[in-house]
């Protein structure tokens, strides 16, 4: 059994992290698909995962932004941050495409060349940006990985984790 972590609750962490970092507006819902994964795959694993279904009126962004922050601060201290670049399913007016993940994505990428963050960046093709994206990374981190499908960057992820905990 893996321990799942979803918003807005912050409680303490034992042990190494994945974040699941990436598009929910707009996007489907590969956050599930790569929960599955390591459920079947990872057992033991703790997972933070952003998406949540919120009853209308439930919805706090600080809090949501807060506890996003937290999670990711934690997996880069200990764990490993995924990136999964989902191409856009559903058009949301006025709001660019994954405009919070692709501001998370530079962020952690300058974390990674300041201090190791473990990053693995996975890229659906289509995804809008997605050349220049492998482009940059292969210039300024050809260590992170880049992946083309989710179960890929969810086992390459996952052997990242345990490479960076073996003796």
């Avoid at 949540?52 to 201290?77: K, S």
């Avoid at 058009?91 to 990053?119: C, I, M, N």
């Amino acid at each position: 059994m893996h321990d799942l972590r979803t918003p807005p609750l912050i409680q303490p962490i034992s042990g190494p992290l994945i974040f699941l970092a990436g598009p929910i507006q707009g996007a489907p819902d590969w956050q599930s698909e790569a929960v599955r994964w390591f459920a079947e795959n990872a057992p033991g694993v703790t997972i933070a995962s952003p998406r949540r279904a919120y009853r209308p009126g439930e919805f706090d962004y600080a809090a949501q932004v807060d506890w996003e922050t937290h999670h990711l601060r934690a997996a880069a201290e200990d764990g490993v941050i995924l990136f999964w670049l989902a191409k856009e399913v559903v058009p949301t007016p006025g709001r660019a495409y994954a405009q919070t993940s692709r501001f998370e994505l530079a962020e952690w990428k300058v974390r990674h060349e300041r201090d190791g963050t473990k990053l693995v960046v996975g890229i659906e093709p289509g995804f809008s940006g997605e050349r220049y994206i492998c482009h940059r990374f292969g210039q300024d981190c050809p260590a992170v990985p880049l992946c083309g499908t989710l179960a890929e960057t969810c086992r390459t992820a996952h052997e990242l984790l345990k490479a960076s905990r073996a003796p």
